[in-house]
Nanobody, 127 residues
Framework: QVQLVESGGGLVQPGGSLRLSCAAS????????IGWFRQAPGKEREGVLC????????KNVDSVKGRFTISRDNAKNTVYLQMNSLKPEDTAVYYC????????????????????WGQGTQVTVSS
């Protein structure tokens, strides 16, 4: 059974850091592009960062530039989202998602191109 499980969310003060993990089971992440998305209260879900199977990353949200990075550890079948200098506006439920299919190794900005989704992890940035 294909499954993605996010972890690492929580409450953090502005300026703090968190590292989110996206662990896969039932398939090997090596050949998939993995995207991180977030949905803030009352807002639509938006893409944050994506990493392709060749470790090329794309940034979907300008506001995370220089603060968030994405990486993968194929040995652990896990993708990470390192979030630094967190701001209250980063508060959201964060989801990871994987692309399948013949173009699944490449990132896409379209959420509909992602086939597998995790259940999400809450990140709250507040003093």
């Amino acid at each position: 059974q294909v499954q993605l499980v996010e972890s690492g969310g929580g409450l953090v003060q502005p300026g703090g850091s968190l590292r989110l993990s996206c662990a896969a089971s039932g398939f090997t992440l090596d050949y998939y592009a993995i995207g991180w998305f977030r949905q803030a209260p009352g807002k639509e879900r938006e893409g944050v960062l994506c990493i392709s199977s060749s470790d090329d990353s794309i940034k979907n949200v300008d506001s995370v530039k220089g603060r968030f990075t994405i990486s993968r550890d194929n040995a652990k079948n896990t993708v990470y989202l390192q979030m630094n200098s967190l701001k209250p506006e980063d508060t959201a439920v964060y989801y990871c998602a994987a692309r399948d299919g013949p173009t699944g190794s490449s990132c896409s900005r379209a959420q509909t191109d992602y086939d597998y989704w995790g259940q999400g992890t809450q990140v709250t940035v507040s003093s």
